[in-house]
């Protein structure tokens, strides 16, 4: 068997028992992992290194980081008793503290939607299917990674202009990402100061105003992704492989949401990820999640299923793709609980139509 499966279902089992633990003073997962046994804690740690590459400069890094994975742990067991019905623990960014995360990985600047943002038209929802997934249905390239740049609205932008693409040409191309962080300056009218801005940060609706202005998206083969902000825009307008010919902002009505994703492609998503650092497989539904939206990420489906492992019933979810490689949730994917805006999920939504053309 994978050692990465085996490594993730031994502390999710380890999560689980403290997350159905009654014991009020210590911390449970703390005590089997860190109190009293703290070679466990250290193994924890080298496994994670192992998984996941990691290597410090120095001991005293090295020391730092510990510190820091061990805190994680204790952020892992809060949120898995706030999201009981996902599963919580060690991830890729178990070394980074939270403001190091929202710093390195999340990316989103402006995010208010411009006051003269059009509206998308209202979609009849009557025979809406009970579940779709557009993986199923050929709008999704693999999921792709940002790396330490907070490039998310990038990548948004160009899985909802994909998808977009695919319906309007019958191709499924993969866009530049590095295009936008290259070369996408523009800026929210209703924000002084708000402009796409590479590796720190941007909006997609920006995004795709600027592939309107510049005419279109190069493919990720002839512009590849570096992670970097690299200041020098190689933009090739021979060499574009898709162009935007409308977008426009969904209703917060979810039934419009999942309207608009039957009938127009993969959906450009603003979601706040607080949750998201911690969190390893299963539907999150969180007690408690703020609305405060600081990542861009690309919903592609929605179904439902019996996942609270407490109270088995059948909910609703959301389907979002992620751009933190497939090594992160599940296979790079995310499920959160869909009916009440969790974490702000309906709040920013847009869909985008594609030129009817063919690649180049």
């Given at each position: 068997?994978?050692?990465?499966?085996?490594?993730?279902?031994?502390?999710?089992?380890?999560?689980?028992?403290?997350?159905?633990?009654?014991?009020?003073?210590?911390?449970?997962?703390?005590?089997?992992?860190?109190?009293?046994?703290?070679?466990?804690?250290?193994?924890?740690?080298?496994?994670?290194?192992?998984?996941?590459?990691?290597?410090?400069?120095?001991?005293?890094?090295?020391?730092?980081?510990?510190?820091?994975?061990?805190?994680?742990?204790?952020?892992?067991?809060?949120?898995?008793?706030?999201?009981?019905?996902?599963?919580?623990?060690?991830?890729?960014?178990?070394?980074?503290?939270?403001?190091?995360?929202?710093?390195?990985?999340?990316?989103?600047?402006?995010?208010?939607?411009p006051s003269d943002a059009e509206?998308?038209?209202?979609?009849?929802?009557?025979?809406?299917?009970?579940?779709?997934?557009?993986?199923?249905?050929?709008?999704?390239?693999?999921?792709?990674?940002?790396?330490?740049?907070?490039?998310?609205?990038?990548?948004?932008?160009?899985?909802?202009?994909?998808?977009?693409?695919?319906?309007?040409?019958?191709?499924?191309v993969s866009l530049s990402e590095?295009?936008?962080?290259?070369?996408?300056?523009?800026?929210?009218?209703?924000?002084?100061?708000?402009?796409?801005?590479?590796?720190?940060?941007?909006?997609?609706?920006?995004?795709?105003?600027?592939?309107?202005?510049?005419?279109?998206?190069?493919?990720?083969?002839?512009?590849?992704?570096?992670?970097?902000?690299?200041?020098?825009?190689?933009?090739?307008?021979?060499?574009?492989?898709?162009?935007?010919?409308?977008?426009?902002?969904?209703?917060?009505?979810?039934?419009?949401?999942?309207?608009?994703?039957?009938?127009?492609?993969?959906?450009?998503?603003?979601?706040?990820?607080?949750?998201?650092?911690?969190?390893?497989?299963?539907?999150?539904?969180?007690?408690?999640?703020?609305?405060?939206?600081?990542?861009?990420?690309?919903?592609?489906?929605?179904?439902?299923?019996?996942?609270?492992?407490?109270?088995?019933?059948e909910k609703p979810y959301w389907?979002?793709?992620?751009?933190?490689?497939?090594?992160?949730?599940?296979?790079?994917?995310?499920?959160?609980?869909?009916?009440?805006?969790?974490?702000?999920?309906?709040?920013?939504?847009?869909?985008?139509?594609?030129?009817?053309?063919?690649?180049?």
């Open positions: 068997m994978n050692r990465n499966l085996i490594f993730a279902g031994l502390f999710s089992v380890v999560v689980l028992v403290a997350a159905a633990s009654s014991d009020v003073g210590e911390d449970p997962l703390i005590r089997q992992v860190v109190g009293g046994v703290r070679l466990g804690a250290e193994e924890h740690f080298l496994e994670f290194k192992r998984r996941f590459g990691k290597a410090y400069a120095t001991g005293e890094e090295h020391d730092y980081r510990f510190t820091v994975f061990k805190a994680n742990l204790r952020r892992a067991r809060r949120h898995q008793s706030l999201d009981p019905s996902a599963v919580h623990g060690v991830t890729q960014f178990s070394d980074l503290t939270p403001t190091e995360f929202r710093n390195k990985v999340l990316g989103l600047r402006g995010v208010r939607l509206k998308a038209p209202i979609l009849p929802t009557d025979n809406l299917p009970s579940d779709f997934d557009w993986r199923d249905n050929g709008a999704v390239t693999a999921v792709k990674n940002q790396g330490s740049c907070g490039s998310c609205w990038s990548f948004s932008a160009t899985g909802a202009l994909e998808g977009a693409h695919f319906l309007a040409t019958g191709e499924l590095q295009q936008l962080v290259d070369c996408d300056h523009e800026c929210d009218p209703d924000e002084a100061g708000s402009c796409d801005s590479g590796c720190n940060g941007g909006l997609m609706n920006s995004a795709f105003e600027y592939i309107l202005k510049s005419g279109g998206v190069m493919r990720e083969e002839d512009y590849p992704y570096s992670g970097t902000d690299r200041g020098t825009c190689k933009f090739d307008k021979a060499k574009i492989a898709a162009s935007v010919s409308n977008f426009s902002v969904v209703s917060l009505d979810e039934d419009q949401i999942a309207a608009n994703l039957v009938k127009n492609g993969p959906l450009a998503v603003a979601i706040n990820a607080v949750f998201m650092q911690t969190y390893m497989h299963g539907v999150s539904c969180p007690y408690i999640c703020s609305k405060r939206l600081n990542h861009g990420v690309l919903l592609v489906g929605y179904g439902s299923g019996s996942y609270a492992p407490i109270r088995m019933k389907i979002i793709k992620n751009s933190w490689g497939e090594n992160w949730g599940e296979n790079g994917y995310y499920k959160i609980c869909r009916g009440r805006n969790i974490c702000g999920v309906d709040s920013m939504v847009s869909t985008v139509a594609a030129v009817h053309t063919t690649t180049h």
